[in-house]
């Protein structure tokens, strides 16, 4: 964006952006990811495919079907970056969430938003009890060890 750019404009792009994201299904995403690999403000549309991503693994269905469909993103957006960062942390919270084994050194090294959405939903006294030893804070480590007693607790 330049200083000649109008910033009401940008602002109008990203609305529409993100309602298209938001009204849109499966079938309607290799039009959406062409549309966003063609804006010309980059963080603008980082910001939107984020979204979309967030949406799609949101919805039902495995880590493997998720998977899938994060391929051709992961191909067109490359795999470094916030993105891509964000497909990989989606991968392992729905493998995670199906049961796959607690790898141990990929929740440590989780982002925080990961590892909230996590002590925040899951099911495994298993990864709640790796969180709370190597949480990256003090009160996330302290929310997943009580969750993870809880989950244990007779009665549940």
Do not use: C, Y
């Amino acid at each position: 964006m330049t200083s000649n750019d109008d910033p009401a404009a940008g602002h109008a792009r990203f609305h529409q952006l993100s309602a298209a994201v938001r009204d849109s299904r499966p079938d309607d995403d290799p039009a959406l990811l062409q549309a966003l690999l063609a804006e010309p403000d980059r963080i603008m549309a980082e910001s939107v495919l984020t979204l979309l991503v967030d949406s799609r693994a949101e919805g039902p269905g495995a880590a493997t079907s998720f998977g899938a469909w994060a391929e051709p993103m992961l191909d067109a957006v490359g795999a470094d970056g916030f993105v891509a960062r964000r497909v990989h942390e989606w991968s392992l919270f729905k493998a995670l969430q199906s049961g796959a084994p607690v790898d141990r050194e990929a929740l440590a090294a989780a982002s925080n938003w990961l590892q909230r959405k996590l002590v925040e939903e899951a099911d495994s006294a298993a990864v709640l009890a790796v969180l709370g030893e190597a949480g990256r804070t003090k009160r996330l480590r302290n929310l997943a060890k009580t969750r993870a007693g809880r989950l244990r607790s007779p009665g549940r």
